[in-house]
């Protein structure tokens, strides 16, 4: 049995230790000041603590206290943002960090981020330049709009947009589209935060041509359009087509403002989705400016994107909050090489989500059998795909899942989360359910490789 009973009276002090080659071993790779912090960390709680040292043999005090000090370290400097193997079938996981990004985003971010570049300055005349034309171009050649001007998300977008033009202006929102997203972001505060008067109009269910220009008789001066976001109303509903409300607006002198989140800029009816509403036919219908996100269904950074009439985009950008809100360089290189992939038509083939939602049911079954045969175990069976992200609610694709019964899912979760790259698969019914549809190919061998041991 160890001899615990004094075991405080033989801890070394912190000097002895320090001089330890295990110590000296883990100053070398963790910086004298913080080992010295574990150090003290860990004799604080051995000593205050007298149930840690119970079973602690006294002859092998030091050595106990050597591994609680690299355990410590370790876990002090693991990042807290980790790269993650998303299982789970949702393309857009807001959780996981939404739209990965190709590889010509992410080779564009890392070279500015690798030196200096011109975020500011203009070669032409060597000159101070500004950081907001970039991406702009690209932006206006794919939408149509007069100008463009990214921020660092699009809740800081819409709050750019109605703080710039809204002021103390009646600013008109049907009841349909009073929506609360993640986070708590709802339009209503965000609105009131821009220092607009709220004017709702219509139901929750139902708005009509004429309860806007009721609202446009009694002096709204900008009409806001907000996309449903998680959500879909079913049943007895309605909503005026948005060219009908456009043409309203222009006809009483107001501005319509179309805040899309969702940022498509393909045709997600392509691929057996219900039509999501894309930027260009927004600009199109005449919107004086139009909102949406860089890394939901564009498939880009995380950003907040305005695009339309240049007259209102230069109000916008001379606004004070607007450097608050604005877009570093890493997000305008990333954002920039996704809308080539627009501008070349080359975005099924590179932008990953797009590569997820074209995905034939049976590749990935495929893929999902090969699996299954290189652990023995498992059934691959139908089921559905989501796109997530607050684009098109309830709409799905379908898939094969690869389903392994577990008596402990919960700790089998567990275990595959803890993996040097975490795996983050779905629970159902005492299943572990992997679906393959949002496993990027180079991702499958290590994920097949952890499998076999967690289900082993």
Request: one cysteine or more.
């Amino acid at each position: 049995m160890p001899d615990s009973t004094d075991y405080r009276r033989v801890i070394p002090s912190v000097d002895k230790i320090l001089r330890q080659t295990e110590i000296t071993s883990l100053q070398s790779q963790f910086g004298r000041d913080l080992t010295l912090q574990a150090v003290q960390s860990v004799l604080s709680e051995l000593r205050q603590s007298p149930e840690v040292g119970v079973t602690i043999e006294r002859e092998r005090i030091a050595e106990t206290i050597n591994a609680l000090v690299a355990t410590r370290l370790d876990e002090w400097t693991q990042p807290t943002l980790r790269p993650v193997i998303n299982a789970t079938g949702v393309i857009l996981h807001t959780n996981l960090g939404r739209a990965p990004l190709s590889k010509a985003a992410i080779e564009a971010a890392s070279e500015v981020a690798a030196g200096y570049s011109n975020l500011e300055f203009d070669l032409e005349s060597g000159k101070r330049g500004s950081r907001t034309i970039h991406a702009s171009s690209l932006l206006t050649h794919l939408t149509g709009a007069e100008d463009a001007l990214v921020v660092n998300n699009n809740a800081a977008a819409v709050l750019l947009v109605l703080t710039a033009l809204a002021k103390r202006k009646k600013a008109a929102i049907s009841r349909t589209q009073l929506v609360e997203i993640g986070g708590g972001f709802r339009i209503p505060e965000v609105m009131a935060q821009s220092g607009a008067h709220l004017v709702e109009i219509g139901t929750t269910n139902r708005v009509h041509l004429s309860d806007y220009a009721e609202a446009l008789d009694q002096g709204v001066q900008i009409v806001l359009r907000a996309h449903h976001s998680n959500f879909r109303i079913i049943g007895f509903t309605s909503e005026p087509e948005i060219s009908e409300i456009i043409s309203l607006a222009h006809a009483r002198e107001a501005l319509f403002i179309d805040d899309l989140g969702s940022g498509a800029m393909l045709d997600t009816a392509r691929y057996g989705l219900a039509h999501e509403p894309i930027v260009q036919e927004s600009v199109s219908s005449g919107a004086d400016l139009v909102c949406f996100s860089g890394d939901k269904l564009l498939g880009g950074p995380q950003a907040g994107i305005i695009v339309g009439r240049k007259e209102l985009i230069d109000k916008i950008r001379k606004t004070p909050l607007a450097r608050a809100v604005r877009a570093d360089k890493l997000c305008l290189a990333a954002l920039s090489a996704t809308l080539l992939h627009y501008l070349k038509d080359e975005a099924e083939q590179y932008v990953p989500i797009w590569q997820m939602i074209s995905l034939p049911a049976k590749l990935i079954e495929q893929r999902a059998i090969k699996l299954q045969k290189a652990l023995s175990q498992g059934e691959v069976l139908p089921a559905s795909s989501t796109i997530g992200g607050g684009s098109l609610p309830e709409e799905t694709l379908p898939t094969f899942i690869l389903s392994f019964k577990a008596t402990r899912p919960d700790e089998v979760s567990l275990r595959l989360r803890r993996a040097a790259t975490p795996i983050i698969a779905r629970i159902e019914q005492d299943r572990i359910i992997i679906d393959l549809r949002t496993v990027l190919p180079e991702q499958e061998a290590f994920l097949a490789e952890v499998l076999a041991q967690v289900l082993a």
